[in-house]
């Protein structure tokens, strides 16, 4: 696996070995990107990266332009991967930071708001609710085996299914005086 494009473009990137990981795809990944680019809010953003795995979403985002990325992963073999990546691409330094701590303990918390996050939790996974009712960000990608309802805070701006995956792009929806959503 590699990354797509940018800065860091063609270097390889490790995975985990022996986890139950799926890093996404350079297919996927190319496809997002050349999304989020379009969109304008990869230059200079504050990345969040949940259930980061191998960290292969919020390096490409470093690479392409963004200003900062938080990465969140519980695993301890999984963490040491993304600080190796890191460090591999030569993307490490103070505009990084891996937190080695659980998804829903980071969002008790996360300290800062960000532009823009990637959420790719285990396929298994199934509480969209708590986890994009605590995101600390007003856009969000998010990877599932399934199609993802985000509730009424977020609008799907865009969906697209690639082999098994969905990837499915929320804005938070404006609010209008009486705190309900607008669409």
């Known amino acids: 696996m590699r990354v797509v494009s940018g800065i860091a473009g063609g270097r390889r990137l ?4 022996g986890r139950q990981l799926r ?3 350079e297919r996927v990944r190319e ?3 050349s999304s989020l680019w ?3 809010v990869l230059e200079g953003a504050r990345v969040l990266d949940l259930y980061a795995g191998s960290g292969a979403m919020g390096i490409e985002a470093l690479s392409r332009g963004a200003a900062s990325a938080t990465f969140v992963e519980a695993d301890p073999v999984a963490a040491r991967t993304i600080e190796a990546n890191l460090a591999a691409t030569g993307l490490a330094g ?6 080695h701590v659980d998804v829903a303990r980071f969002l008790d ?5 960000f532009d823009l996050a990637f959420v790719d939790p285990p396929y298994a996974f199934s509480d969209w609710p708590s986890v994009l009712g605590r995101l600390p960000v007003d856009l969000a990608v998010l990877e599932s085996r399934r199609e993802v309802d985000p ?4 609008m799907t701006t ?3 299914r690639y082999g098994g995956t969905v990837v499915t792009t929320v804005q938070r929806a404006a609010t209008d005086q009486n705190g309900g959503a607008e669409r």
């Open 14 to 17: 490790q995975t985990p070995a």
């Open 23 to 25: 890093p996404t795809t």
């Open 31 to 33: 496809a997002v990107f």
């Open 38 to 40: 379009s969109l304008g």
């Open 94 to 99: 103070p505009a990084t930071r891996v937190a």
């Open 109 to 113: 918390d996360p300290g800062d708001r």
């Open 151 to 154: 509730g009424p805070a977020w």
């Open 158 to 160: 865009r969906s697209a």
